[in-house]
């Protein structure tokens, strides 16, 4: 059973708008949530995080939506740029902060 | 560069073999996880350790293993391979708690 999903496998963007990548989990002891991204043939890159205690977390042009009645979190990319195009992990871990579970990652692809 | 290092980059093997993973962890890192990801997956949590002791297990096979030696070093030993074993075999560290994991750039396993 997949405690964490993102439903859309690819997402296609043009350049210049916003970008949106949707995160669910389903384990109500997650409290700390994390988005990656990767390249092909490179290791994962951390990008944001947000604590439970949020609601919002910005850096730069990516912001984090959390909402935690829904279990949903949501990553915002504005404005898209073709060097965003990778797959974007979710990631999530408990109050103990252990490991991370990951998502299945969205493919991102930003069109000039 | 995220400073986790993974060697080797690449690995071909037959079934059967045994090889060993290595990772060296970001100065002052104390948590080292393994993560698998096969063929266009998301990342399976294997196992993680912290400062020498395993800490938590996640979906990792009776056939491999894994130690964090007293330098933080940390191995992944698999053995007996088959040729579902293949995938990239990735390795991140972090410093505490509720904080971003580093990934190293993850070693291609190939199994034929």
């Known amino acids: 059973d997949q405690q964490v999903k993102q439903n859309s496998p690819s997402l296609s963007v043009q350049e210049g708008r916003i970008s949106i990548l949707n995160c669910d989990y389903t384990?109500?002891?997650?409290?700390?949530f994390l988005w990656y991204k990767k390249y092909p043939a490179e290791g994962p890159t951390f990008l944001i995080s947000?604590?439970?205690?949020?609601d919002k977390n910005e850096d730069g042009r990516f912001t984090v939506f959390l909402n935690k009645s829904a279990k949903h979190l949501s990553l915002h990319i504005v404005p898209s740029q073709p060097g965003d195009s990778a797959v974007y992990f979710c990631a999530a871990s408990a109050r103990d902060g252990q490991n991370f579970v990951f998502g299945p990652g969205t493919r991102l692809s930003v069109l000039p | 560069d995220s400073g986790v290092t993974q060697t080797p980059k690449h690995l071909i093997t037959a079934t059967g073999q045994r090889v060993t993973l290595r990772c060296s962890p970001r100065?002052?890192?104390?948590?080292v996880y393994w993560y698998q990801q096969s063929l266009d997956q998301g990342l399976q949590f294997l196992i993680q350790y912290y400062n020498g002791e395993e800490r938590a297990k996640g979906n990792i096979l009776e056939r491999f293993s894994a130690q964090q030696f007293p330098d933080l070093h940390s191995e992944l030993n698999l053995s007996s391979l088959e040729l579902g074993d293949s995938a990239l075999y990735f390795c991140?560290?972090?410093?505490?708690?509720?904080?971003?994991?580093?990934f190293g750039q993850g070693t291609r396993l190939t199994v034929v």
């Open positions: 991140a560290s972090k410093r505490q708690p509720n904080t971003e994991a580093f």
């Open positions: 384990n109500s002891m997650f409290d700390y």
């Open positions: 947000i604590s439970s205690i949020k």
């Open positions: 100065s002052g890192d104390l948590s």
